[in-house]
């Protein structure tokens, strides 16, 4: 029996591109050929294998759809893997944006599972520069992840990455909830 949700999920904070871990979750975009936030600071210290193998997913399936995820190498990163997925834009929260959040989560964990990889990390996707509201989206994201914790082996650890103090608030309140 996998040990409970709640002592196999961790909140940490600073840069995704330290962390070492099986696998670090991109925000990217649908075109997964690069951005600023997060996917820019992936991709300048994952290297050029990781746009390369962006590319040959592009060329094959045409990039990534909000709410989809694919996988490629961590290149020079620490960890092994990316899981990049694409975060929906917040426009007023009544276009399916939490359905399509909860999508990157359960997607991304659900790569995670297939490749059995022990330990994922997430940033706060769409709470840059697609501007959904961090306390929603922190909501979300623990929810997706305990959901998945009870149901599934893998991954055995899921550490969520605030960037500032106030996600990592909203992220220790969301699991005290
Ligand atoms: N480590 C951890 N978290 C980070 C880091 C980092 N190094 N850098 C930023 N964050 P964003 P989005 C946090 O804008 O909203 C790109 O151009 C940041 O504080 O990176 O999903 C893509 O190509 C925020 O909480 O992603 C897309 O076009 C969170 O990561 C678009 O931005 C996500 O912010 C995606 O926008």
């Known amino acids: 029996m996998a040990p409970p949700p709640s002592?196999?999920?961790?909140?940490?904070q600073g840069d995704i591109t330290r962390q070492q871990v099986s696998a670090i979750v991109n925000a990217a975009?649908?075109?997964?050929?690069?951005?600023?936030?997060v996917d820019g600071a992936i991709h300048r210290a994952g290297g050029p294998q990781v746009l390369e193998e962006c590319r040959a997913i592009r060329a094959?399936?045409?990039?990534?759809?909000t709410g989809e995820a694919v996988i490629t190498t961590g290149g020079?990163?620490?960890a092994a893997h990316v899981i990049h997925t694409?975060?929906?834009?917040?426009?007023g929260?009544?276009?399916?944006e939490p359905a399509l959040l909860a999508n990157c989560y359960r997607n991304s964990l659900r790569i995670a599972e297939e490749h059995?990889?022990?330990?994922?990390?997430?940033?706060?996707?769409?709470?840059?520069?697609?501007?959904?509201?961090?306390?929603?989206?922190?909501?979300?994201?623990v929810h997706e992840v305990q959901q998945w914790l009870a149901a599934h082996a893998f991954p055995q650890q899921v550490v969520f990455v605030a960037f500032d103090d106030e996600n990592r608030r909203l992220y220790e309140e969301a699991l005290d909830g």
């Open 60 to 65: 094959r399936q045409g990039g990534c759809k």
């Open 76 to 78: 020079r990163l620490p």
């Open 93 to 96: 929260g009544h276009k399916g």
């Open 86 to 91: 694409v975060g929906p834009v917040w426009n």
């Open 29 to 37: 975009n649908s075109s997964l050929l690069g951005g600023g936030g």
């Open 116 to 141: 059995q990889l022990e330990s994922v990390a997430f940033p706060g996707i769409s709470t840059g520069i697609y501007g959904y509201p961090k306390k929603e989206a922190a909501a979300v994201a």
């Open 7 to 12: 002592i196999r999920i961790h909140v940490t």
